[in-house]
């Protein structure tokens, strides 16, 4: 009871508190066009996939970047559930043209636990002094021969995790054994069968967090089906409370980020930028416009995520993906607005 009426009352403060951001939102946002460029250090490499990128961050002089890694990717990896991903991180000084791998960031869990069969679609935060490290994690599927995790058993499911250091280059340590996010366990929620994917921003005094979720009901047809929604905690490592229902559909990758008073985002399947002045209302206020090239999983240079911001100055460059079966590889675009 004591937890629903917390969780009424977060709710309560963040929609009046969000109605009047709404009024007073003025992005100038339209949109914007991909341009893409190779990169050194993480661009191609044979027989080894590197996807996933997270937002970019930088510190001092130097840029990081977290991605999924499996540095000995065969063929038979493309459809047995990520099996032994892990979380690796690169470095650059010239603004994400030249990376150097650092290394892994996190490893797969102990034996049994959620994540003990892969841990990947990193993403980071800077809060209280510490580097926040966030992740999907899967365990093993009893009964699938090829190690996939995704069938009927909502045990098995897709969870988010944390981790933490006073670096950016680690090491980095589990907060606990749990999750931080989980499926919801209702079946017709839009997040009952998988979450996976978290972005974060700090806003109204609380940390938000954005991700992907799939529904037992029609959900395992595929990232068709993926919606976005969003949780909040006062606190970077949770707990975090979900919003309760999908805010942007047919986003499979999430990728958001401050655009003056509001949230920006991409929503990948309608290749389409859209725009929420609350940060929760993309349904209503439908920006539709769409790119000609979009960037897969792509992850922004966000200077809010080690400094936050009232308003933001919008997206000008990341990292992101080209899709290349078992061989995976990462690519540095811009965004030139419209």
Not at 292 to 313: H, L, Y
Request: overall charge negative; aromatic content about 14%; proline content about 6%.
């Amino acid at each position: 009871m004591k937890k629903n009426y917390y969780s009424s009352l977060l709710l309560l403060f963040l929609l009046s508190t969000n109605s009047i951001i709404a009024q007073e939102a003025n992005t100038g946002f339209s949109g914007g066009e991909f341009t893409f460029s190779d990169v050194s250090g993480i661009g191609y490499e044979a027989g080894v996939t590197r996807r996933d990128p997270s937002d970019v961050i930088k510190v001092d002089q130097t840029y990081y970047v977290y991605y999924t890694k499996i540095p000995d990717a065969q063929p038979e990896y493309w459809g047995a559930g990520y099996w032994g991903a892990s979380v690796w991180c690169a470095k650059s000084e010239d603004e994400g043209f030249t990376w150097t791998e650092v290394g892994q960031m996190l490893d797969v869990g102990e034996t049994g636990k959620w994540d003990s069969q892969a841990v990947f679609t990193p993403n980071i935060f800077f809060a209280d002094g510490k580097y926040y490290l966030y992740y999907t994690g899967v365990k093993p599927t009893p009964g699938n021969a090829g190690g996939e995790f995704e069938n009927n058993n909502i045990s098995d499911i897709t969870a988010i995790g944390v981790a933490v250091s006073d670096s950016p280059t680690g090491p980095f340590k589990r907060i606990n054994q749990e999750p931080i996010l989980k499926v919801s366990v209702e079946p017709e929620k839009f997040d009952s069968y998988r979450v996976d994917d978290a972005s974060l921003l700090y806003r109204n005094g609380l940390y938000w967090m954005y991700y992907k979720g799939r529904s037992l009901l029609g959900g395992q047809g595929g990232p068709a089906h993926t919606a976005m929604g969003v949780a909040y905690s006062k606190y970077p490592e949770g707990p975090y409370t979900k919003f309760g229902k999908e805010i942007l559909e047919r986003s499979h990758e999430v990728f958001i980020w401050p655009q003056g008073t509001g949230v920006a985002a991409f929503a990948s399947l309608s290749e389409t930028f859209e725009y929420a002045p609350d940060g929760i209302d993309f349904m209503s206020n439908k920006l539709n416009a769409k790119v000609k090239e979009r960037a897969v999983a792509p992850g922004g240079f966000r200077p809010d995520i080690t400094d936050p911001v009232v308003v933001g100055e919008g997206l000008k460059w990341g990292i992101s993906m080209i899709p290349n079966k078992h061989e995976c590889y990462l690519v540095r675009f811009e965004l030139t607005s419209k």
